[in-house]
């Protein structure tokens, strides 16, 4: 925590919204930790209702995402954040009158809409905040406060679903439905520089989709959505591993995902040191692979091991998989900060998020057959897979930065 401390905002724009990023991640994850039983012993939706609606709503948020970062640099970031909570308020607010599978689909459709896009508005406004320590650090702090706040947030609800008749789900969403308000109106006092728009005479000729017609800022995008694979890896298809194919005890579950949080929080500003320049941003990444080969590699020799040597496996493992994800995070947003034009900025960290989400949506079923169920061969092929995209993520920054400059560590 003293190297967050260290980063700590100075500013009271970056105050301020370090406030916001902890209340809406606050409410969010009380809400994902009851979701599964507030859809199901409280909507009554079987499991594969819910499945279906929440991917039906991703696919949606995945079509929205770019669009509405397309307009975040229209109006301002904050202004369309500002819109996107007071809209999940209300949807959230809907939730507990949900009563069959129809109305669900709806309303996790509403809420998908906007909750993919919101991730690169808030990267943008983090970046419009750094001062002194680079927009990458500025994020690695923000990003060190929602997992805080995420980590909080799930102490409180395992607790509460222990004590709590099922009744009190519904407050687990009224709960979200108030992060969100609450969040939303913090915004309306913070003020950023606007950025500039574009000149008409200086505008290209298709500006809008500038970003896809660059082949390399899509293959960054690509790469660094294979790279993001793990996150469907610590949500599914490690636990389904660790219960399904090792002799682990169960619990040994809740235990990687707590050495996750704390490393996250921990190590998440030291390990984004330096990647406000583009060169290191690749090379993040390349680190980001090589970790996340070396996880895969430990998780397939799992299999031919028993007892205390199996749990120790895991938990190297599990150190391996939280190090790619940070210095995926670091790498990633170091990339999209420095190919991204100024004006056009949450556009193109919208673009450049589309990897990320493909990931989140075919990530869960790809990783469940393709790897859990074929074993060992399954996770070193994909270890194969990650190190290969790590070690080639630094050469397409190379001509992909050709020409460009360092990302600043002053906005305006």
Known sequence: ????????????????????????????????????????????????QVGFGLSVAGLVGFVCAVPIGWLADRFG?????????????????VYPLVGDFRMFLVVACLVGAVEWAAMPIIQSVAGATAQHDGMVGAMAVVAVARNSA????????????????????????????LGFFVSGLLLLGLRLPR?????????????????????????????????????PILSVALPLWIVTRTDAPDALVGVVLTVNTVMAVLLQVRLSAGADDLGSAGRK???????????????????????????????????ALTLGE????????GISYGLAPKEQRTYYLSVYQLGANGATVVGPALLVTAVVDVGPVGWLGLAVLLAATGLLTPVLVRRAGHGATAVPTRTD
């Open 326 to 333: 940070l210095w995926q995070s670091a790498g990633g947003w």
């Open 77 to 93: 970031d904050v202004p369309v954040l500002v819109g996107m909570q007071v809209w999940r308020t209300a949807a959230f607010l």
């Open 1 to 48: 925590m003293r190297d967050a401390a260290r980063f700590a905002p100075r500013e009271r724009a970056a105050r301020i919204f370090l406030l916001v990023a902890f209340v809406d991640a606050a409410g969010r994850g009380l809400f994902l930790a009851g979701s599964a039983l507030f859809y199901t012993q409280v909507i009554g939706l079987t499991n594969a």
């Open 195 to 231: 950025r500039a728009p574009v000149r008409a005479t200086a505008r290209p000729t298709g500006a809008k989709w500038l970003p896809f017609k660059d082949p390399r800022f899509l293959l960054l995008s690509l790469t660094n959505g294979v790279l993001y694979a793990h996150m």
């Open 285 to 319: 990444q390349r680190l980001a692979g090589l970790a996340l080969a070396a996880f895969c590699v430990l998780l397939a020799a799992t299999r031919s091991v028993e007892g205390v040597v199996t749990t120790l496996l895991l938990l190297l493992a599990a150190v």
């Open 150 to 177: 995420y980590a909080l947030a799930a102490l409180a609800a395992t607790a509460i679903i222990t004590w709590a008749s099922p009744g009190v789900y519904v407050a687990f969403v009224l709960f979200n439905a």
